[in-house]
């Protein structure tokens, strides 16, 4: 076989392992048009691009010093579920505003081929799409700032009034680049899963400090390089400064969280629910707290392996979200235990509301990681309230225990109620479907 032949083979079965075909055919397309469009950009832009020794050496520095900071960029700081904050756009925006849009085009792939190779090895076409939007973003607010007339912002940041008007000009740069390129990757999320809700992601505190912080950041490292590159080298430090104290945020959200399942861990539920229920004691409130568990979930884990289990847990973790109001308190228990608290709930409503979910997850139907099989489910529920359990939150998880205990004793796939002692099942006729496959 001629060498020319097992290099295109290998290509080949390389390039059929890509994680990219495993998209929709919709995003699929997107996310492998966007690189080509940002190509073709390049590539135009280079055409019309003037070159001059001073500004490449400008585009040296300013790339180095964006280098340093994504080299020091704490591995930890890549998990899932979390927004990814490595301030890696600070070093752009200079880059677009004060070079040819042919540098803020280019500049993102060291900086996203250095994340990779030495922070975090994640998955490469996604890599390749944010450096596309990144560029194309980028190179678009360098246009913009190039339209803006002399007398606002101009090439060179003036004194007085002048100044005052370019930092605005150059804020609206960098808003262009930063919300067009978190837009076009929030469109590839979205296409590939529009199960997805993005909208807590992009609005709470920590996200609007982290974008509050990396536009003051940027804005200002701009301003610095303005009046002479070389002051970049002093922003280094602070940058790094501001990676770490955007992690510590990062990090307390994350030891609160369960990472499988996005739900809170067995320990921020306990401390969550002891104090609702010390509220609820207080102002004579009802309340109520409901066990789940899945039943045999270890047949599910033995017949389609754990990556199928996994995906099990996050859809019934996803009905929970989806089924229960904000205020309500769902966490994971561990294992394939979930549970929730629900403040302003009595015994009936805390009852139906478990039916509710039990009947909800048995319409699922979770495909298998390898296969073209559906695995189906059911869920146990103990319910247990507060007047009739008692007041700690030990007596109340006591309570539902029993009940779960009790709800898969009776055949599974039913709730008890703690306090009454009659299982629904009993009172309304449940139909049962299959657990497994
Ligand atoms: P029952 O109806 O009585 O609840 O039976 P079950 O099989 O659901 O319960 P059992 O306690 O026998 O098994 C629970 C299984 O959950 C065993 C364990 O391997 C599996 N498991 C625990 N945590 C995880 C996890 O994070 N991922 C996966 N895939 N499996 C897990
Ligand atoms: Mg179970
Ligand atoms: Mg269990």
Redesign the pocket.
Same mark, same amino acid.
């Given at each position: 076989m001629r060498a020319s032949s097992v290099t295109a083979m290998l290509t080949r079965a390389v390039v059929r392992d890509w994680e990219w075909w495993r998209l929709p055919k919709l995003a699929r397309w997107y996310v492998g048009a966007l690189p080509l469009a940002a190509l073709a950009a390049i590539g135009f832009a280079a055409a019309h691009t003037t070159w001059s020794a001073a500004e490449l050496a400008e585009f040296l520095l300013l790339l180095g010093c964006g280098l340093v900071s994504v080299a020091a960029t704490p591995r930890i700081s890549y998990g899932q579920g979390t927004v990814i904050r490595d301030f890696l756009t600070v070093w752009v925006l200079p880059i677009a505003i004060l070079l040819p849009p042919f540098y803020a085009m280019v500049a993102p792939v060291p900086l996203l081929m250095l994340t990779q190779l030495w922070v975090n090895k994640g998955v490469l076409y996604r890599r390749v799409f944010t450096a596309a939007a990144i560029g194309l973003s980028y190179g678009a607010a360098g246009l913009l700032f190039r339209a803006f007339p002399a007398s606002f912002a101009g090439g060179a940041i003036g004194t007085g009034k002048h100044a005052l008007t370019w930092v605005l000009a150059v804020t609206a740069c960098e808003m262009v680049g930063e919300r067009g390129h978190h837009a076009l990757i929030r469109c590839a999320i979205k296409l590939s899963d529009p199960r997805i809700r993005l909208f807590h992601l992009d609005v709470n505190r920590e996200t609007l400090q982290a974008d509050f912080a990396e536009l003051d950041l940027a804005v200002l490292i701009t301003v610095v390089v303005a009046l002479n590159p070389v002051l970049a080298l002093f922003a280094v430090p602070t940058v790094l400064l501001a990676r770490r104290f955007m992690m510590h945020a990062q990090l307390l959200a994350k030891s609160r969280i369960d990472t /499988?399942t996005g739900l809170l861990n067995a320990a921020t539920w306990e401390s969550e629910a002891t104090a609702e229920i010390a509220r609820a004691v207080r102002t004579r409130s009802p309340l109520s707290v409901a066990l789940i #568990?899945?039943? =045999?979930?270890?047949?599910?884990?033995d017949t389609h392996g =754990? +990556?199928? !289990? #996994?995906s099990? +847990?996050r859809a019934v973790s996803d009905v929970l979200r989806d089924q229960l109001r904000d205020y309500d308190v769902v966490g994971r228990f !561990? !294992?394939?235990e979930f549970v929730v608290l629900l403040p302003q709930t009595g015994e009936a409503d805390a009852l139906s509301i478990a039916e509710r979910l039990r009947a909800r997850v048995a319409r699922l139907s979770i495909p298998v990681s390898d296969g073209d099989a559906c695995v189906r489910l059911t869920i146990?529920i103990g319910v247990a309230a507060l007047d009739a359990a008692g007041g700690e939150v030990t007596d109340l998880l006591t309570a539902a225990d029993a009940a779960l205990y009790f709800a /898969?004793q009776a055949g599974?796939n039913r709730t008890h109620v703690a306090a009454s002692n009659i299982s629904l099942a009993q009172v309304v006729p449940i139909a049962r479907s299959a657990?497994g496959t």
């Open positions: /499988k #568990d899945i039943d =045999h979930f270890k047949a599910v884990n =754990h +990556l199928t !289990g #996994d099990v +847990l !561990g !294992g394939e146990s /898969k599974r657990p």
